[in-house]
């Protein structure tokens, strides 16, 4: 299990914030099988992995019915649903426990709350997300322009 000063969301934040953090964070259990979080869900809150692995896939409809496509494998340590934090009212994506998988999840008005008292946790946290995002859009660009080899 990992502890909040190992996730890379919050790099850069003080032992003091991690455990503001700690206080508002919500602990959710997974069974293997179980939907993490849901395409078109409400996007309301993130989570970070602080045990097990998932797999986030896409739906895709098609005439013989839908279909799944695995976009990636992400494991302890890893953030997901964070796009909900730049207004995203619902999921993109599935985030499937491929395994038993424990997680912490922060309320979007939780975190809105704390950032009253303490806009530097998330400013810390928008600039690592904004780092995260920048990093997965650079290596899907790299991904597509692989197809076309």
Do not use: W
């Amino acid at each position: 299990m990992v502890d909040l000063e190992e996730i890379e969301l919050f790099r850069g934040l003080s032992r003091s914030d991690l455990r503001r953090l700690e206080k508002i964070g919500r602990r959710k259990e997974f069974a293997a099988g179980q939907a993490i979080l849901a395409e078109s869900d409400a996007a309301d809150y993130l989570s970070v992995i602080l045990s097990g692995a998932a797999s986030v896939r896409l739906r895709l409809s098609a005439q013989s019915g839908e279909r799944y496509v695995r976009l990636a494998t992400v494991g302890a340590g890893a953030t997901i649903g964070e796009m909900g934090i730049f207004g995203a009212n619902k999921r993109s994506a599935d985030v499937i426990a491929d395994q038993p998988t424990t997680c912490l999840a922060f309320y979007l008005h939780d975190l809105n709350r704390l950032a009253k008292r303490h806009p530097v946790i998330m400013h810390t946290i928008m600039a690592n997300v904004n780092r995260n995002l920048a990093n997965r859009l650079r290596a899907a660009n790299t991904e597509i322009r692989s197809l076309e080899q």
